[in-house]
């Protein structure tokens, strides 16, 4: 009876908890005085006192960053919180953007060391060979190929070296010692000896092939330089563009989505999604803005690795510089020129021999399959780099206006794109009804989390646009074969933009547009050992024809060029006995 007649005395009690018991919000009267402990507890875990945390919930006048609603953090909560959510951004975007960071470090450090140890076994394999073939004549004379291997290495780690120089320098060097070596019928004065290096151009002593070495190894060289400062580049920005300092509008952010509803007394409660993106693109807003140059720069990276495993191939070039060489000395003693600087004096008693034309102990030519093809140098090779560093650049295009969707896709940050009923939308549980703002720094006007000032653009952020445009435009250039710091005196690719593959076909075989590809074995026309021996024509022969286009039409022709250096090997010999 007396229970009966008390429970009208408090309707209004009764009815405001089984209203808040149904609709799972807390009133007032049901917040006050709910314990803290779930709060307190995973506080605790973070390596927090829980000397200033509530045991129950208080009034949350107090609070700056979180809804003033009932609340179980103290001011120095909410201060300790605010810098955690920044922590945990940062920590966030390191994380995410360490894919790209290990990328760029690894790959230049395999392709650095690649290519420098492509050049040393270049200069070794030259010193085998010149030694064995030449003896002693070469040993006396071995510091003019010592430095011609100092000078590419100089230009490849980053020195203002001209190729073309460097190239110019190395046959006028050679010319004055190899002259008067292959034409032992004739006495040679010094000043002799000077006309005809200083007229080497003119003269042609060795033919076409100074000028298509230079245009080989200039092209790969440039090529490769580039890739290689291409990916130090990247890995220095990337370092750059994710040291970031959160400024207050954003803390304010980052803690309103991730730790107020800890201090609501929910700590298991994760922000909506689109929340997140708002507070993401936000503080992220500058970062957006390098999207279309950082896109730029990974197309070039990508296109100019693809012309690294093609027509600018360095394996190839620094393969071909011994072979040139002795090309060009067989060149010279088959058809010494003299016109320009007068009549040589004739040797008493000595008359010019010629070599012996013989088609033993040739060597086939052939390519490999990127499975099968053997690792040359720092235990790899070429293909088997650029297929691996490809396969890494695709997914780095967009990465910067991704980022904000990949840090919330994460569960540990935000709450499923299904789950927008049951997340936390910066007040209480429910639906986040705010639209998401669109990329870029011009955009954040309308973000509704976070205040960013779109008259003030970050500083450095536009310094690492510009980088990215200059290394881009090296990157683009390189792709035609040109060097930037030499344009007006490097032979590129040609001259204009774009890529016309039928400009390649005298550099290497199986490239061009009628050519099989590059990792199928082309058929080998001189495999029949009943053929005889290739023998080049002074005049008519297509080596040797030097019009303004330098392009051999026929598929077959552009294979039997390869063999070519190599059927002059054993008249090598030939000099090389003469010589002695």
Not at 103 to 123: M, P
Request: glycine share 6%; charged share 25%; proline share 6%.
């Amino acid at each position: 009876m007396d229970t009966r007649l008390s429970f009208p005395r408090y309707p209004l009690l009764v009815l405001l908890c089984t209203v808040s018991a149904l609709s799972g919000t807390w009133s007032p009267v049901a917040a006050a005085g709910r314990s803290c402990s779930d709060t307190r507890q995973v506080y605790s875990e973070k390596g927090y006192s829980t000397g200033t945390a509530p045991l129950t919930q208080i009034s949350g006048e107090h609070l700056r960053l979180c809804p003033q609603d009932y609340t179980c953090c103290s001011s120095q909560m909410e201060e300790t919180l605010a810098l955690q959510s920044e922590r945990d951004f940062l920590k966030a975007v390191e994380d995410n953007s360490q894919f790209l960071l290990t990328t760029f470090t690894q790959r230049h450090r395999r392709f650095d060391e690649f290519f420098r140890e492509l050049i040393d076994l270049s200069e070794k394999s030259m010193n085998q060979m010149f030694t064995k073939t030449y003896g002693r004549l070469f040993t006396q004379n071995s510091h003019v190929f010592q430095e011609l291997f100092v000078e590419l290495r100089r230009y490849y780690s980053g020195g203002s070296v001209s190729l073309t120089e460097v190239f110019s320098d190395f046959w006028s060097r050679l010319v004055e010692r190899v002259f008067s070596l292959v034409n032992p019928q004739y006495q040679f004065s010094e000043d002799y000896l000077e006309c005809v290096s200083k007229h080497a151009e003119q003269l042609q002593p060795f033919g076409d092939v100074p000028r298509k070495l230079r245009v080989q190894v200039s092209r790969a060289f440039i090529a490769a330089r580039a890739l290689s400062q291409g990916l130090a580049t990247g890995r220095d920005i990337v370092n750059k563009a994710t040291k970031l300092t959160a400024d207050s509008e954003c803390v304010r952010g980052l803690m309103r989505q991730w730790y107020c509803p800890l201090c609501r007394g929910m700590p298991s409660l994760r922000p909506c999604h689109s929340l997140c993106l708002n507070v993401m693109k936000g503080c992220l807003a500058n970062q957006a803005d390098l999207d279309t140059e950082w896109n730029n720069f990974i197309d070039a990276l990508y296109q100019v690795s693809e012309k690294l495993e093609g027509p600018f191939n360095m394996e190839l070039a620094t393969d071909s510089i011994s072979v040139k060489v002795s090309e060009a000395i067989m060149h010279m003693q088959e058809n010494s020129v003299f016109q320009g600087c007068g009549n040589p004096r004739p040797a008493p008693g000595r008359s010019k021999r010629s070599p012996k034309e013989s088609g033993g102990n040739r060597r086939p030519f052939r390519t490999y399959s990127p499975e099968e093809k053997p690792t040359t140098a720092a235990g790899t090779n070429l293909d088997r780099l650029v297929t691996e560093l490809k396969e890494r650049l695709r997914p780095m295009r967009s990465f910067w206006v991704s980022l904000p969707h990949t840090i919330c896709n994460d569960e540990k940050m935000a709450a499923d794109v299904t789950n927008e009923d049951r997340c936390w939308n910066g007040q209480t549980r429910g639906r986040y009804l705010p639209d998401v703002t669109k990329d870029g720094l011009v955009s954040q006007i309308n973000n509704p989390e976070v205040e960013v000032d779109i008259a003030r653009p970050d500083v450095r952020t536009r310094q690492l646009i510009m980088e990215l445009r200059v290394v881009t435009n090296k990157l683009r250039h390189a792709q035609s074969g040109q060097d930037m710091d030499f344009m007006d005196s490097e032979e590129g690719s040609g001259s204009g933009g774009g890529d016309n593959g039928e400009r390649y076909n005298d550099d290497w075989p199986g490239y061009g547009p009628y050519s099989p590809p590059y990792n199928k074995p082309p058929r080998n026309p001189v495999s029949n050992p009943a053929k005889p021996p290739r023998v080049r024509e002074k005049n008519g022969s297509k080596w040797n024809r030097n019009n303004s286009h330098g392009r051999i039409k026929s598929a077959t022709s552009r294979l039997t060029f390869s063999l070519v250096p190599l059927l002059y090997l054993p008249l090598v010999v030939t000099v090389a006995t003469m010589w002695r």
